[in-house]
């Protein structure tokens, strides 16, 4: 497609590099050369300027904080969220009120087991509604935190649901109200939820880390400033990337060693093609749980917005310098002024200690997976971009899925329950937009780019599935359970401004 670079004039008088992305319709012939256009009326909301001092880099990396189990009851976890505000000093001199599940950024660790009951108590102290998603775990419609079910502000609802057996995997929760979610998740509203089994092939000796990649925007005074014009049009990005809530923190790994990272990019749209210098990955699971069998020698995995991975990382025999986890540059085709299309960010630093340990080898066979088999049903949405100032901040542009914006009254798709149904996801913007169906797990089939079809070379279990610019991705999918189920792109912001359906599944 047609991508224009120019230069615009930003509000501090600084110059950066804008990338058009060409589907603009009306948009003027850019200029070139030395001399600085007038600004641009389409960036008269820029971003603020990124602060001067940066935040404390180089810190151990911390533990994530694990949710207290209250329950004396085997196979129970209980405990209670609160939806509350908090602050922490970020930068120097300054304080960050941030918008948490207790008090923590990121949220506490849920750590549970299949076939755990769990009984979540939401509390919101919040000022507006809130609810609580557990994004990816096929839990019932009415216990899934979806923009149906608020929780009034100073209101208290029960989350209950079990897990079953095959769930195992790495999942998330984040608040999901109508419009809200975007803000609610920006400001610090998000966790990870590992689920385990008790027959987990991958050997106990394998220590696991536990990464969730965030994004954070501070102004200079500390504050975290609300969406601009573009935020809006394009899925937020912050000025720091940060994991388990630290800005480029230290991992240590001994030499030879094998370690399993879980990772969740929890971000509101920050793609991030991860990369480890020196070192290949092997990718061994994805959204829903493990892979059939690991895929060796990765020299990056790229993770949409919502999804997560499970990594094999063995460290060299001999210690080496400055190993760092980066995100690579990646263009998903948006007007981005942030440059991180362009720029490779450093996330984590592994640092090698002296005592080397025996890589521990990891059987061939991780999980059963059968193909979901030949589809009975189809069906086919499109995504698309308009122009229009309908939009949230009085965007340019609207996302749109079949032509439509949600709509929490209407239902947009009717599925049979368990039913095995192919979609085809067609993306007819010059944006990516990461497609996420709520209730289960689905099996991506194939993507097709520039008239060139790839079938997808392993089966894994997915619930979100980047569809860049311009393709169409096609995938297997089941739902088990009767009810309303939300489908939507995981770019926050999109998904805020109606980028979303309802699917029904019916008996
Ligand atoms: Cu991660 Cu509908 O959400
Ligand atoms: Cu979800
Ligand atoms: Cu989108």
Redesign the pocket.
Known sequence: MDRRRFIILGSAGSVAVLTGCGGGGGAATPPTGTTPPPASPAVSNPPPATPVSPLTAGQPLTDLVRLTNTSTTPGVFAATLVAQRASKSMLPGTSTEFWTYNALVPGPLIDVFEGDTVRIRLENRLSQETTV?W??LPVPPDQDG?PMDPVAPGATRLYEFTLPVGSAGTY?Y?P?PHEL?AEQVFRGMAGLLVVRSRTDPVPAAIEERLLVISDLRLALDGTIPANTTMDWQNGREGNYVLVNGQYRPVLTINPGQSQRWRILNATNARYLRLALTGHTVTLIGTDGGLLRSPVPGLDEILLAP?ERVEVIVTASLSSQASVVLQALPYDRGDMGMMGSSSTTIPLLRVDYTSAATAAVALPGALNAIADLGVPTQSKRLVFSSGMGMGGMGGGMMSFLIDGKTFDPARIDLTSRVNELEQWTIENRSGMDHPF?L?GTQFQVASRTRNGVTTTEPYLAWRD?VNVAAFETVVLKVVQHQLGKR???C?ILEH?SQGM?GVLEVVD
């Open positions: 998603h994004h990816g979806s998330w984040h999901h979610t919502a996420h709520h979100t939300m489908y939507h995981h998904e979303m």
